[in-house]
């Protein structure tokens, strides 16, 4: 039998089958490499949430509950001995957050948060240097700068929820064209599967000598 179909192939049903399997062949190779885009794609924007944004999220966290102490720290007798364990802690969750990638929107709120800090270390070591006493509490600059800090930290804190949206819908949309291309691959893998179908054993209807002169 298969001697026999074989026999049947004219050299244009040849030529048309192959030409058909090519295209399946490239179809194939075209769905692959995009697959493999998207699924990078999708791969990027998860790390990326994680890496950048969640753990970005834990520094804001850990430096408002800092400057938070810091403040009443000021406000009591021990302002002047503790603030340099916090000092140095704040610098150190500071250095971590400008390591996660920052976007331009970001790095401005982030430079902002560390010349308002560096204003404050500036003022606390001149009330150091001055020995305030308790009863003196915090200055009007004081309370300005750490007013201050805590809007840079907010507006950081809505960055990354605004980012973490932004990365978590590019990371779907990518998951999304993986399946739709996957279905397309199979629909026209289907209909090629036909094509061949009609070419090897009605080579000679109507429609398949069309499919032969346009070839």
Do not use: C, W
């Amino acid at each position: 039998m298969h001697k026999k179909m074989h026999k049947k192939l004219t050299l244009k049903q040849r030529l048309n089958t192959g030409f058909i399997l090519a295209i399946a062949f490239l179809l194939v190779l075209t769905s692959n490499e995009l697959n493999r885009r998207n699924f990078s794609t999708a791969d990027h924007t998860v790390n990326s949430v994680f890496e950048d944004r969640v753990v970005a999220l834990e520094y804001i966290y850990r430096l408002n509950n800092l400057f938070h102490q810091k403040e009443l720290e000021l406000t009591s007798s021990e302002g002047t001995t503790a603030h340099n364990v916090n000092g140095n802690s704040i610098a150190e969750l500071l250095e971590n957050f400008s390591k996660t990638e920052l976007t331009p929107n970001e790095g401005v709120h982030f430079e902002l948060l560390k010349k308002n800090y560096n204003e404050l270390q500036s003022l606390e070591n001149g009330l150091s240097k001055t020995h305030a006493s308790e009863e003196m509490g915090p200055s009007k600059e004081f309370s300005a700068l750490f007013t201050k800090i805590s809007d840079n930290l907010d507006k950081l804190s809505k960055v990354q929820l605004s980012e973490g949206r932004q990365l978590t819908y590019l990371s779907n949309k990518a998951l999304s064209m993986n399946l739709l291309l996957s279905k397309l691959q199979v629909a026209f893998l289907i209909v090629i599967g036909l094509l061949m179908v009609l070419i090897i054993f009605h080579g000679e209807k109507p429609f398949i000598r069309m499919i032969g002169k346009d070839a």
